[in-house]
Each structure stands twice: as structure tokens, then as C-alpha cells.
């Protein structure tokens, strides 16, 4: 038989079921894949439990489901135990409902509710129902090569019932280039100011400099680290010289701009220790090109075809990415740009190739295999090393190459543009940092402030790419104090995945006011909305109504320095009303007690348990609250520093011998809050510090520390001497 073979562990994980194995002597039931037992489970007593066999268990074959199930005819409690790779993450096999948190997660944390695993390094997704279960430990265990999660399940005669899907991101939703054995999107942290709604093309080697000065001063201690040149440096048409090649064109400065061409863009960036960062796009406008090289383009009835939104089209063959693309890119890692971001690729796709399927000059599969071959031809030209954003719009055919997809249009400070990206950046959480980066566009902080306080905490928890575009007048004390809140943003990954939900509108302001198109010379300027227009973009959907409709509500938890919290956001992208939601709709357990604090109030909510009580919203306003299970010993529960309060600055918290011991990330000069809760009997500590000033105040059972660093690194220690008034 089948499960009597033994089956290698192989590098392109099988698109074939579990095999079941069942040792009468040691009463051990597994199901074994890929060569591995995914599955184990040891059922106590006497009688044979009722589970389900191999290939009965399949469901389907090509996006292949295996169901199978677990009784016993005596209810009795038994634990699961799953053995996945290193990659393997917490999941929940469904996406966010209305009045439900969108879920991210930090550290190999196994959340409460959340019933599903995903292997990433598989494309694995394994999921538990019918019937009561927990997990028994808040993360992980570590062993070898493998994460071990363990399950506590109940059996009775109604069934445990466990779905396998292999393949899960390639077969079930359909991302066929996803290939995670091959590579997989770069998953660092990305920070950094692009010059687009800054200046649109009127960028010029001196605001290059200047910028780049600012942020040096201003935002570099806080983790900014991309300078990103966008549209207007290369001189017009592209290429300028028709008889030239591509890489001529883009290598080509205007040089009213930029007289001494890349090298004085690379050299204005790195000078002040910046990583360079460059735009392009895959058009052609010289409309003499195609006289001199007839064979790098698509022609109809005798002419060059052009498409909407994008001039020439190339024909993707092997010799043109050769000889015109993949030089393109391979110059701009040599000229030393550390990140590329690609544009007009969807026109190249979807107004270009897909043109050509419609006039009948391709087939389908044709145009799809056309566009992955320039994808990958460009990543053959910057190599593994360089940062790769495709920009705009999720193309299948990118996965697999560029690191980060930008997911949504163009965005602006208006409302209209802040909203579409706090709305996409749910709509599109399945993919974070499983197939890209989710990008949500650059951010423009002239707009209102609680607008900016709301899209950059979403991305600084969400785990987004932070991008800002705005000039030096618009990053006002107020406003960079809300940016270096949010900086860096972190790693986040998404903790639940399935398909792309279409009953929502997308990007509904697109023929509202607000939509700047593409070709406009002058940045967006900021305006203000009113509710009508605001309900407009929203659309009907179902939970609309809903005290958090799609998107409004999200729960980012965390495991840091050997600690687990959990941070909700509450996003206005319609007014939100006051409200009480359910502990376990955030992913936390009903039944434990929660110290709750603001972030942005610096305020502590106090301790609660069963739900959460949600002030009133005013559109594009938001609420930051973070939730750490109550213990028996001081501990630190809101920081001031980071919104995350704090996976950035606390490097250290440990309780020991009656000693409380922070260990902090310090920007010297600056000084942060980091509050403390004080359980029924402890005193006023001790306070001592290295590195760094401080000094404490007290408020019934809440202690606030304030940190000046003096040095990048601080200890704190708070000694409880007297710690138990008993």
C-alpha cells in the first residue's frame, strides 16, 4: 500500500493527498506528507477510533482538497499535533467580514480562534473544524527544521473534521506563478520618500539634495531609508535618440535636471547615507522608433500597435527582452540603485498584449507568457540583491518576481485617495508577505491630520510600504511627529487568506473629485470632503451597516523580546459610532483580562475582559489600542515611541527577582513614555537607568517612565523592594 512506501521529502511539493498511517500498539493515528507527518494524534482507551482514509478523503484533484475527520464513540479530549516547516504561519481560511478585525500577525504566534496553518514554504493550508478546540501554547515550539503547533481537540461521535489543500495560492486562488520553493518576495521593512506628489516631473538634481538633507536631519534616525527619483529625469522622448536602444534612453538625463546624469543621483542619495532608489516604466514614445527597430515591436495591418495608456508596445520575444529591456535594468544596478520601481506594466498587459489578443494577433496563454518573460527579464537585469516594486495593479505574472505590488491607483491627499488606501490595504491582506509587499502608494502628509495619522498607522501595523511624497514645507512639527510614530513599519504578515472578495467597490473615486489622472503636471492639493461624497466612494456592500464595516477594524498580533500583545486598529473609512466588540472578533480570549491603552490618547482604557468599548469616529479618524493579558507582576503595557507599542524600541522586557528590566532602542536627544501597570500590592519602584535620563510619576496603579536617550541603547530597572504589602 501506499502509506507502507517510504516517500522522500521533494522540492516541488506533491499536488497529491495525505497518507494515513494507524499504530494499533502505540495508538498513533498520522498523516503523513511530502515525507513528513503533518499530522499526529494520540487517542487514549481501547476502542478504534473512526478516521478516514488516503485518497477518500479527496475531495478534488486539481485544486486539490482532502477532507478527513476524527471520532471516538466516548467524548474525550486529544491533541493534535501539527509538524510544519520553519515558514509555517498561524491562518485563518477565511477573510474578514463585517463587525470582524482583518488579522496580521508578527513572530510564529498561534492566535486564539484563528483554526488554520499555513505552510509557506509548501503552499500549504490546513484547517480544523466541527467541534471545541485550543491551541495549547501561545506560539510555536522550535525543533530542528520544523515548527510544531499543538491542538487541543474534542472527540465524540460527532466528528473533527481536517481539510488539506495542497497548492493552496497557485491552485485554489489562483496565483499560478507563485512558486515559493523557487523564490520568494524579499520581506524586510521598506521606508522612503519618492518625488511623484512631491513634484510630479518637475524634479531637479537640487531638490534631490535638499530632500535628502531634510530627511537626514529630520527622519533618518527613525528608520527612513530609500530616496526614490520618480517620473521627470530621463529625457523626453523615450528613447530620445530613435535610433538608440532603450537602454540608452533611460540612461539618458535631461540635463537641465540632471547635468551630470545617474551617477550625480546615486552620489546626492547615498552622501548623506540613503540607499538609492529609481523609477521607470515600460513604454516607448519616440514615434521613430519603430523605423529603426521594426523587430522589438507588435505591429497590426502593417503599423506599430499602440495601446491606451501606453505608446509602443514591445513584443516580449526572447531577443528584444535581450537586447532592449534587460540592459535597462542591469545599468540601473550598476549606476548603484538599491530599489527599481516599474511602471505602466498593467498597460503593457492589459492595454497592450491583451489588445493584441483581441485584434487576433496573439493567443491567451501567448499574452500571459509574453509579459512574465519581460517580468523575469528585468529581474535577470537587477539581479537578486535589488528591491523590485510593480506598480500598479495585482498581475499574477509578477509573483515570484518583484518583492513588492502596488495595490491600489494612484494616491493623493484627498480623502478620496487617503480612503482608497486604507480600503485596498484590506481587500488585498491575503497576499502580505506571502506573494509581495503589499503597497498601497505613497502617502501625502499635507493632507488633513487624522487622515495622515490613520493611512500611516495602517501601514506602519500592517506592514506596508511606506513611501512618503510630499515637499519639505509639508513635514510641519506636527506632522513629523506623526510619521516618526509610525516609522519603521513593521514585518507583518497577513493571518488569514482566501479568495479576493468582490463585494466590495474598488477605487470608486476614480470619476469623483479627487481623481488626479495620470498625465497631470501639478500634485493633488489637499481638500476637504463632505459625508455625502464620502459615503459615495464607499458604495453599497454587505455589513456596510455593520458597527465595522469591511475594513474599519483590524487586529495586528504580535510576539516581540519574548512577549505576546496584540494591537487593534479602528479606521474610519465611514463614521464609525460608538460600539462594544467581542474580544474574540479581535482574536483575543473572552474569558482573560486585558490591560487596554491608547495609543494616540497615551491614555490607559483599563483592564477589561469579554469586549472592548469603541469610542465614536469622525471620518478618516482612528483609534490605536493595544491589549496585553494581565499578570501577577508589573509589566509594560503602552509606549509612546511606536505605534506598535512597542516592537520597535523595546528590545528587552524581562520580571526577575523582583526587578523589572526594560532594555530600549534610544534615538539620543529625544525623550519617550513607556507606561507600566502596577498589580494590587506592589509599590512604588526603584527607578535606575543607563544610557539614557529618567524619571517616573505615578497614578494610582499606572506608572509612567520617561526615557531621554542619551546613548542608542538604555537599561532600565525598576526594583519593587518592598513588592508585596502583606
Not at 540583491?385 to 493623493?412: F, K, T
Not at 529618567?694 to 499606572?702: L, P, S
Request: hydrophobic share 35%; aromatic share 12%; net charge negative.
Amino acid at each position: 500500500m501506499n502509506n507502507e512506501n517510504f516517500h522522500p521529502v521533494q522540492k516541488i511539493p506533491p499536488n497529491a493527498h495525505a497518507l494515513h498511517k494507524w499504530n494499533e500498539e502505540t495508538r498513533t493515528l498520522s498523516y503523513e506528507y511530502n515525507g513528513i507527518d503533518v499530522l499526529t494524534a494520540v487517542i487514549p482507551g481501547t476502542g478504534e477510533p473512526g478516521y478516514r482514509h488516503g485518497s477518500d478523503g479527496s475531495m478534488q484533484s486539481i485544486a486539490y482538497v482532502q477532507q478527513v475527520y476524527l471520532e471516538t464513540d466516548d467524548p474525550i479530549w486529544v491533541t493534535l499535533q501539527f509538524r510544519l516547516s520553519k515558514a509555517a504561519i498561524n491562518m485563518k481560511p477565511r477573510r474578514a467580514a463585517a463587525d470582524e478585525a482583518v488579522l496580521g500577525q508578527c513572530g510564529n504566534l498561534l492566535i486564539y480562534g484563528v483554526n488554520g496553518l499555513y505552510d509557506a514554504n509548501q503552499d500549504l493550508l490546513i484547517d480544523v473544524n466541527g467541534g471545541e478546540w485550543q491551541w495549547e501554547t501561545p506560539c510555536f515550539e522550535e525543533e530542528g527544521e520544523f515548527r510544531i503547533a499543538r491542538m487541543r481537540v474534542r472527540l465524540s461521535k460527532k466528528a473533527i473534521f481536517i481539510n488539506f489543500r495542497m497548492h493552496y495560492y497557485r491552485k485554489h486562488l489562483g496565483y499560478s506563478y507563485y512558486e515559493p520553493w523557487k523564490r520568494k518576495p524579499n520581506p524586510k521593512s521598506v521606508t522612503g520618500w519618492c518625488s511623484w506628489e512631491a513634484y510630479r516631473r518637475e524634479i531637479d538634481i537640487e531638490k534631490i539634495r535638499s530632500i535628502a538633507d531634510f530627511m537626514e536631519k529630520h527622519l533618518k534616525p527613525y528608520g527612513l531609508e530609500y530616496i526614490q527619483v520618480d517620473d521627470g529625469y530621463q529625457k523626453m522622448p523615450l528613447p530620445y535618440r530613435a535610433q538608440g536602444s532603450m537602454e540608452e534612453g533611460w540612461l539618458t538625463c535631461e540635463e537641465a535636471k540632471f547635468p551630470d546624469g545617474h551617477a550625480s543621483i546615486v552620489e546626492a542619495i547615498r552622501s548623506h547615507e540613503f540607499s538609492p532608489a529609481i523609477w521607470t516604466n515600460a513604454n516607448i514614445t519616440n514615434e521613430e522608433f519603430p523605423k529603426y527597430h521594426p523587430d522589438t515591436l507588435l505591429f497590426h495591418d502593417g503599423k506599430p500597435l499602440k495601446g491606451e495608456w501606453i505608446d509602443y508596445l514591445y513584443n516580449c520575444t526572447e531577443e528584444t527582452l535581450r537586447e532592449q529591456v534587460t540592459p535597462i535594468f542591469r545599468s540601473f544596478a550598476k549606476e548603484g540603485y538599491q530599489y527599481v520601481k516599474i511602471d505602466a506594466i498593467r498597460h503593457l498587459l492589459l492595454d497592450g498584449l491583451h489588445e493584441a489578443v483581441r485584434l487576433g494577433i496573439l493567443e491567451n496563454e501567448d499574452a500571459s507568457a509574453r509579459f512574465r518573460a519581460y517580468m523575469e527579464a528585468t529581474r535577470e537585469g537587477l539581479g537578486e540583491d535589488i528591491y523590485y516594486l510593480a506598480s500598479w495593479g495585482e498581475m499574477h505574472e509578477v509573483i515570484g518576481v518583484a518583492d513588492a505590488c502596488r495595490i491600489s491607483m494612484d494616491a493623493n491627499p484627498t480623502w478620496a485617495g487617503i480612503r482608497m488606501q486604507l480600503f485596498e490595504s484590506a481587500r488585498w491582506f491575503h497576499t502580505q508577505r506571502i506573494l509581495f509587499l503589499n503597497d498601497p502608494d505613497h502617502v501625502c502628509v499635507r493632507t488633513r491630520l487624522d487622515w495622515a495619522k490613520s493611512v500611516l498607522s495602517l501601514i506602519s501595523l500592517s506592514g506596508g510600504l511606506y513611501m512618503l511624497s510630499d515637499t519639505e514645507d509639508a513635514y510641519t512639527e506636527e506632522k513629523l511627529a506623526v510619521i516618526r510614530k509610525t516609522m519603521p513599519p513593521l514585518t507583518t504578515m497577513t493571518a488569514e487568506t482566501g479568495p479576493l472578495n468582490l463585494d466590495y467597490p474598488a477605487y470608486t473615486w476614480t470619476k469623483l473629485h479627487g481623481f488626479a489622472v495620470q498625465s497631470s503636471e501639478k500634485p493633488v492639493s489637499a481638500e476637504e470632503v463632505n459625508l455625502e461624497d464620502a459615503y459615495n466612494m464607499a458604495g453599497n456592500f454587505p455589513g456596510m451597516e455593520n458597527n465595522h464595516p469591511f475594513s474599519s477594524l483590524w487586529s495586528f498580533h504580535m510576539r516581540y523580546h519574548g512577549k505576546v500583545w496584540c494591537v487593534a486598529g479602528r479606521f474610519a473609512t465611514i463614521p464609525l459610532r460608538e460600539s462594544e466588540i467581542p474580544l474574540e472578533r479581535l482574536g483575543l480570549d473572552p474569558n482573560e483580562a486585558y490591560h487596554v491603552f491608547d495609543f494616540w490618547e497615551q491614555s490607559y482604557l483599563g483592564c477589561i475582559s469579554g469586549s472592548f468599548h469603541g469610542k465614536h469616529l469622525e471620518l478618516g479618524c482612528c483609534q490605536i489600542a493595544a491589549f496585553y493579558k494581565k499578570e501577577a507582576y508589573p509589566q509594560l503595557i503602552g509606549s509612546s515611541r511606536h505605534v506598535s507599542m512597542d516592537a520597535v524600541s523595546v528590545l528587552m522586557e524581562t520580571w526577575e527577582n523582583d526587578c523589572l528590566k526594560l532594555v530600549l532602542q534610544c534615538i539620543p536627544g529625544t525623550a519617550e513614555t513607556y507606561t507600566i501597570a502596577l498589580p494590587d500590592g506592589f509599590d512604588r519602584p526603584v527607578l535606575s537607568c543607563k544610557g539614557a535620563a529618567a524619571k517616573m510619576e505615578q497614578k494610582g496603579a499606572i506608572l509612567s517612565v520617561t526615557v531621554e536617550g542619551k546613548e542608542q541603547q538604555a537599561e532600565l530597572t525598576l526594583t519593587f523592594p518592598d513588592k508585596r504589602n502583606e
